[in-house]
């Protein structure tokens, strides 16, 4: 009789989980401040950097939904994730080697067919095997952050001392290491069927009031960092700020972050409690982005980054956490993350027009924005008080 396979220890699981949140992670860190430095120095206007970096939110509408799909109808989590790893760091070689405008766009959308999956299904498979080990997200996701730190950090250093044209290999090097530390996750121990189950489960949570609404208000909340994530670099090093000040920056906001993770499992807050935080303190923090502050007080608006992101992204995935049947943890934080790419594609796409009228300015369109995300969770809450809209809930009354 074969044996079964060794089931690791939830330090174990845990360990392995942390070291490919870090490699991935690290990547986002750097590629996110620092690629739309390199696109510039490509040749790309704001315009055209704008449109290359709402490519991969575009690409998310199909890729994330069919990877999720794979991953939740095979149990193969792992797999896909391994896969995309993989595909992502070939796909960004591509990236790197393209040499016009619209090649560099053509292999941009390739890798993220691979890439952008990785997220919401690492999510997903953290969630299912971190609570079937007694263990919390929040602690284990904060090796993450912490990763994007260094990510920064090293980026705002090379910023200084390598070619901009140079910068997209320090992205291939962390997906490297990211598909690497892949190859080491421990496979889910338990496994689920039903697939005919599985489909109308899954059909029926883009038919949910109660999901929708949360998903569109953690959608606006988190577009509305579009103006900081595509143009931040290029504002503060326009201002005079060097490569090492402006990692920093992005840094304390991550840090900020970490801290908020790490209490997280000691909160008493409901998701929907940290989506309203989390609108709040994105409304405060744009508004005063768009009063160009000195470099002091910077540092303190780059704290609110663990409200207007941790605590949105918190709200969100446990709500859906949560809501999400048996079998479906992975296509529910897919189509989160759908719903959310959809908005955030539309406002990066826009977000070059934006800044290139406005400058700072462009951010009290996203102080807009999140409290449009707010707003969204008030009317829904309302409507939620119908009989109908409860009844269309019952599926996910766990919350």
């Given amino acids: 009789m074969p044996s079964k396979p060794h089931k690791p220890t939830g330090a174990a699981f845990a360990l392995r989980l942390a070291l490919f949140y870090s490699a991935l992670c690290a990547a986002l860190g750097f590629?996110?401040?620092?690629?739309?430095?390199?696109?510039?120095?490509?040749?790309?206007?704001?315009?055209?950097?704008?449109?290359?970096?709402a490519i991969p939110l575009i690409v998310r509408l199909l890729a994330i939904p069919a990877a999720t799909w794979i991953a939740d109808r095979y149990d193969a989590a792992r797999a896909v994730i391994m896969i995309g790893a993989a595909g992502s760091l070939a796909g960004y070689v591509a990236v790197g080697l393209a040499g016009t405008p619209e090649a560099i766009m053509a292999a941009i959308a390739v890798a993220s067919a691979f890439y952008v999956p990785l997220m919401p299904l690492a999510d997903a498979y953290a969630l299912h095997g971190l609570t079937a080990r007694g263990r919390g997200y929040g602690p284990v996701r904060l090796w993450g952050s912490a990763a994007f730190i260094a990510g920064t950090l090293v980026g705002g250093l090379l910023l200084d001392l390598i070619a901009p044209r140079e910068l997209i290999w320090v992205v291939v090097t962390a997906l490297l290491l990211n598909a690497a530390a892949a190859g080491v996750l421990a496979p889910l121990d338990d496994h689920r069927s039903g697939a005919g189950a599985q489909r109308a489960s899954a059909s029926m949570l883009l038919r949910n009031s109660r999901f929708l609404i949360v998903a569109a208000a953690a959608a606006?909340?988190?577009?509305?960092?579009?103006?900081?994530?595509?143009?931040?670099?290029?504002?503060?090093?326009?201002?005079?700020?060097?490569?090492?000040?402006?990692?920093?920056?992005?840094?304390?906001?991550?840090?900020?972050?970490?801290?908020?993770?790490?209490?997280?499992?000691?909160?008493?807050?409901?998701?929907?409690?940290?989506?309203?935080?989390?609108?709040?303190?994105?409304?405060?923090?744009?508004?005063?982005?768009?009063?160009?502050?000195?470099?002091?007080?910077l540092l303190l608006l780059q704290c609110l980054h663990a409200l207007s992101f941790g605590a949105t992204h918190l709200g969100a995935v446990g709500f859906v956490a949560r809501a999400a049947p048996a079998?479906?943890?992975?296509?529910?934080?897919?189509?989160?993350?759908?719903?959310?790419?959809?908005?955030?594609?539309?406002?990066?796409?826009?977000?070059?027009?934006?800044?290139?009228?406005?400058?700072?300015?462009?951010?009290?369109a996203m102080a807009v924005l999140a409290a449009l995300g707010a707003l969204v969770l008030v009317t829904g809450a309302g409507r939620e008080r119908s009989a109908v809209d409860k009844k269309r809930a019952a599926p996910f009354e766990r919350e």
């Fill in 31 to 53: 590629q996110m401040p620092f690629l739309p430095v390199w696109l510039a120095a490509k040749g790309l206007d704001a315009v055209a950097v704008g449109i290359a970096l």
């Fill in 220 to 297: 606006l909340i988190q577009a509305s960092h579009a103006v900081f994530y595509g143009f931040s670099a290029l504002q503060w090093r326009a201002a005079g700020l060097d490569g090492v000040t402006i990692g920093t920056l992005w840094a304390i906001g991550v840090l900020a972050e970490i801290v908020l993770f790490a209490v997280s499992p000691r909160l008493a807050l409901e998701p929907v409690v940290l989506l309203f935080i989390g609108a709040a303190g994105a409304v405060v923090r744009w508004a005063a982005m768009a009063l160009d502050p000195p470099p002091g007080l």
């Fill in 327 to 364: 079998g479906l943890g992975a296509s529910a934080q897919g189509y989160l993350a759908v719903v959310g790419a959809l908005v955030m594609a539309g406002v990066m796409g826009i977000s070059g027009e934006l800044y290139a009228r406005w400058g700072s300015g462009a951010y009290w």
